[in-house]
C-alpha cells in the first residue's frame, strides 16, 4: 500500500552495476495504483516480472512465492521502502561466488533511514562480522535484516521457507533453522 515509495525502490534495483537477475515483484494485495507503477516499470524492463494477490496473504507466505518462483542462482530480497545502494548485488554475488559452495549466504551492513531522515548503521557495533555456524548466535539474538542477506537459492528451496503462522519476525525463528543446516 505504498506506491510512492515504489519508483525509488525499483529504480535501486534497475540501477545495479550487476544486471543478470530476474526481478520478481510480488504485490500483497495492494491498490491499483500499485499495480500500475509496476506495471509501467515492467513495460520497460523484461527482467520484471509481476506476481499479484488480490488479497493480502503476509510477508512468509509472499516470501516463499517468490523462492518458488526464482529460477536464478542467488536470491535476494527488497521490500517496497527499501533502497539498494550502487554495486550491493555486485558486491556480494562476487563474494558468494569467491566462496566455497557450502557457504549459503553472506549478508551485509545497511542503513536504516527514519521517516524524520535520522540515519542509523545496522549491523549496530555489538556485532561482529560473523563466518562458519552461526547457529547458537541465531539462538540467542538475531543481528540480521533480510534485506542485507542474499542466498543461495538452493538453500532457500530446500529449507521449506517461512513458517506462515508468523506474519512477522518469521525470521528469527528461520535464521537458526538455516544456520543449523
Same mark, same amino acid.
Given at each position: 500500500?505504498?506506491?510512492?515509495?515504489?519508483?525509488?525502490?525499483?529504480?535501486?534495483?534497475?540501477?545495479?552495476?550487476?544486471?543478470?537477475?530476474?526481478?520478481?515483484?510480488?504485490?500483497?494485495?495492494?491498490? $491499483? @495504483? @500499485?499495480?500500475?507503477?509496476?506495471?509501467?516499470? #515492467?513495460?520497460?524492463?523484461?527482467?520484471?516480472?509481476?506476481?499479484? +494477490?488480490?488479497?493480502?496473504?503476509?510477508?512468509?507466505?509472499? =516470501?516463499?512465492? *517468490?523462492?518458488?518462483?526464482? /529460477?536464478?542462482?542467488?536470491? #535476494?530480497?527488497?521490500?517496497?521502502?527499501?533502497?539498494?545502494?550502487?554495486?550491493?548485488?555486485?558486491? @556480494?554475488?562476487?563474494?558468494?561466488?569467491?566462496?566455497?559452495?557450502?557457504? *549459503?549466504? !553472506? +549478508?551485509? $551492513?545497511?542503513?536504516?533511514?527514519?521517516?524524520?531522515?535520522?540515519? /542509523?548503521?545496522?549491523?549496530?557495533?555489538? !556485532?561482529?562480522?560473523?563466518?562458519?555456524?552461526? +547457529?547458537?548466535?541465531?539462538?540467542?539474538?538475531?543481528?540480521?535484516?533480510?534485506? #542485507? /542477506?542474499?542466498?543461495?537459492?538452493?538453500?532457500?528451496?530446500?529449507?521449506?521457507?517461512?513458517?506462515? =503462522?508468523?506474519?512477522?519476525?518469521?525470521?528469527?525463528?528461520?535464521?537458526?533453522?538455516? #544456520?543449523?543446516?
Amino acid at each position: 500500500n505504498r506506491a510512492p515509495l515504489l519508483p525509488r525502490s525499483i529504480e535501486s534495483v534497475l540501477s545495479q552495476s550487476f544486471t543478470d537477475y530476474e526481478f520478481i515483484i510480488i504485490d500483497d494485495g495492494s491498490p $491499483a @495504483t @500499485t499495480k500500475q507503477v509496476v506495471e509501467e516499470y #515492467a513495460k520497460r524492463d523484461p527482467r520484471i516480472r509481476y506476481i499479484r +494477490y488480490e488479497k493480502n496473504q503476509g510477508i512468509p507466505i509472499v =516470501r516463499n512465492r *517468490g523462492i518458488a518462483e526464482a /529460477m536464478g542462482e542467488y536470491i #535476494a530480497w527488497q521490500d517496497d521502502d527499501d533502497e539498494w545502494l550502487p554495486g550491493k548485488l555486485e558486491k @556480494t554475488v562476487k563474494k558468494l561466488d569467491e566462496l566455497p559452495a557450502d557457504y *549459503g549466504i !553472506v +549478508y551485509s $551492513a545497511f542503513w536504516r533511514i527514519r521517516p524524520n531522515g535520522e540515519k /542509523m548503521f545496522f549491523p549496530p557495533k555489538w !556485532v561482529e562480522p560473523k563466518e562458519g555456524n552461526l +547457529y547458537k548466535i541465531f539462538l540467542k539474538k538475531n543481528f540480521l535484516n533480510p534485506q #542485507a /542477506m542474499i542466498f543461495r537459492s538452493e538453500v532457500l528451496k530446500n529449507d521449506g521457507g517461512l513458517d506462515p =503462522r508468523y506474519l512477522v519476525l518469521g525470521e528469527y525463528g528461520w535464521y537458526p533453522k538455516l #544456520a543449523k543446516r
